[in-house]
């Protein structure tokens, strides 16, 4: 399948634009056998003098793998690129602005005019591809738009803190200190804007060291101090994992990566119960008998909720599996898809034999004060940004909402509880005293 770009209006008569149209333009190729789609970066903008010419200086194309049909919708798999890409053909196809600094890195350091993206293996240049894979383009898109927004957010400090002392004495009102920010580097970024010298390696150093050597003393002398301090580590952690937590999505992990991270960063997890629970163990072989494996079921997750004790099972798929049918059942409906059936089936299945089993269960778990009279049930999987139409939302949440004794949660919806903590906690941050 190949896409070409018709422009709305017809190039002048006679220019390079106008032959390049008859010539054909080429933004998308899609190869479903090999399991890949290639991007043409064009440059869409009629007033430029390379219309409908190459994009980039060298770059000629894109190339990542990709799961397509022969039969693929453009705009549809337009819709499904990874972040960081631009999906509107008539802003021309290629990496968003923000990642343009790839771009012009590779053309000048190298003769590559093909970037090709893997979903594993070593960023190398081989031959005139420059090969990244998506791990490391997500960590590097992902620390880029955190440079641009802290970068953004002291510019508009200084700018702010600037315009108020200029006019203090004339409104009548006191001026200002500059307010740096709160991370490291957004106290960087905001200083050089401000034309002050930051500090160096060893300042930093000597401050760290200082402070920890005088915790004691400053907790006694200012408690509230050392709280905000506590708080904003707490806050940082926090930043921490989503980051992990936002590249793990982009990147395309299996279940078995996703069952390393959740036990590494239980509190995700946790999240999806409303209340608090204890982590008892992971892979727990639930029915009679030895320890043996065989013929038992396999829980991803066996928790308890802390105060009473009632066990809990998760079954975990992977963030891309997908939540709904593809084409609607009827007009305005979608089925679920097979593999999310499966899974709430699974689950409650493990419960049935958990409640049936519990004493032999209980002597292969490190906990064994957890009781199974109702054990709760959860699934997690997919994206709810697959449900890209109304129609979709309504039928996912008619299925899930009327689940009986199984609460199915979509990984995106796990980050954005992330997000509403995070921004709680900063908005809750305490003050000096």
Known sequence: MQGFFVPK????????????????????????????????????????????????????????????????DIFDTLEELPSGFIKDYEYGLGLTRNCDVLIELVEDATNCTRIVFLVSGDTEVNGDEF????????????????????????????KENHTHNSLAAVLGVQPLQLSLGRLPTSRWMTRVAADQEPLSVGEQDELLMAATAGMAQIATRAPAKVLRLQHTIELVSLDQLLKSYALALEAGHNEDWWQQFFEQNLFALQLIFGGPTVFIDSQVSIGEGDNAAKGKKIADYLLKESMTNNAALVEIKKPSTKLMRRRPYRTGIYGVQGEISEAVTQVLDQALQLTRHEADTKRRTRDVTWVSSAPRCFVVAGSASELDTADKKKSFNLYREHLSGVRLVTYDELLGQLVTLRDFLAAEAPGDS
């Open 9 to 72: 209006d017809a190039p002048a008569a006679g220019t390079a634009a106008l032959a390049r149209l008859y010539a054909g333009v080429k933004l998308i190729e899609a190869d479903p056998p090999e399991g890949r789609l290639t991007i043409y970066p064009t440059d869409t903008r009629s007033w430029s003098e390379d219309f409908l010419g190459p994009k980039y200086s060298r770059i000629e194309s894109i190339t990542l793998p990709a799961e397509v049909e022969a039969d693929i």
């Open 131 to 158: 090969r990244i894979n998506f791990t490391r383009f997500h960590s590097l898109r992902r620390d880029l738009d955190s440079i641009k927004n802290r970068g953004d957010m002291a510019i508009r400090r200084v």
